[in-house]
């Protein structure tokens, strides 16, 4: 994370694959990391929960900090992510991973 986007944005796993996520926040503002679908990612942008880190695939990351998270992708098709943390979703803090 750095300037308020995920670097990649775009990435490649292989379907049914259980993956360690590691997320570096290089901005001096919190953010997060929530992977799923759409329904998923407008469920946090409405939400109010303040933190993450309970859940697989949803984690808060401190500014300056890193954080991991593991969460297992579908057999096939794409997962989104997001921040939802106020604004940061529609400036565009969002990408994809394609299950292929």
């Not at 901005?27 to 679908?37: R, S, V, Y």
């Not at 998923?40 to 890193?66: I, M």
Request: hydrophobic fraction near 35%; glycine fraction near 12%.
């Amino acid at each position: 994370m750095r300037y308020s986007r995920f670097t990649p944005s775009t990435v490649e796993v292989s379907p049914g694959a259980t993956v360690r996520v590691v997320v570096r926040n290089l901005d001096p503002i919190a953010h997060e990391l929530i992977f799923g679908d759409q329904a998923v990612q407008d469920l946090h942008e409405r939400g109010t929960e303040t933190s993450h880190g309970d859940r697989p695939g949803e984690v808060t990351v401190p500014a300056g900090a890193t954080v991991a998270t593991t969460y297992t992708f579908p057999r096939s098709g794409t997962v989104l992510l997001g921040c939802h943390l106020p604004g940061h979703y529609a400036y565009g803090m969002r990408g994809t991973v394609r299950v292929e």
